[in-house]
DNA sequence: CCTGGGGCAGCCG
DNA sequence: ACGGCTGCCCCAG
């Protein structure tokens, strides 16, 4: 694993139960403000091994994005933390929505 | 709302 | 190491 994904992992690790973020924060975060689909990419293959919260993570504009294990998953994950999705929307995603500190 | 093009890291040949 | 294809995207038209 390189130090772009192993940091888009970590910082996935870091947002908070009933929270969520986009792939361009994480991406930002990561270094790579561009590099939105990269971190997507990284997401897809890398949460195998250790336990990310991939589902928190959504996409711009607070649209569900996708899941490996498919998007209905993803919506029901989130829904256990009190996350609602509506029409692919998250309810209240401006609220919701976590920044990472850029020191990190 | 849908379509097209762009940009970035990972993986494969 | 090099080139090309891919993807949980993003932005503009």
Known sequence: ???FS????D???RVP????????????AAGSPR??????????KNPRP???????????????????RGV???TSLLRREDVF????RIAGFEKLFFRFNKTA
Do not use: Q
Not at 17 to 28: Q, S
Not at 51 to 57: A, F, I, K, L
């Open 1 to 3: 694993m390189n130090s």
């Open 6 to 9: 192993a940091r888009v992992l």
């Open 11 to 13: 910082l996935v690790k």
């Open 17 to 28: 139960r009933g929270r969520v973020t986009t792939y361009a924060e994480i991406a930002r």
């Open 35 to 44: 590099a939105a689909r990269a971190a997507g990419n990284a997401l897809n």
């Open 50 to 68: 250790v336990r990310v919260p991939c589902h928190r993570v959504v996409s711009s504009g607070g649209k569900i994005g996708g899941y490996s």
């Open 72 to 74: 209905a998953i993803k």
């Open 85 to 88: 999705a509506k029409g692919g």
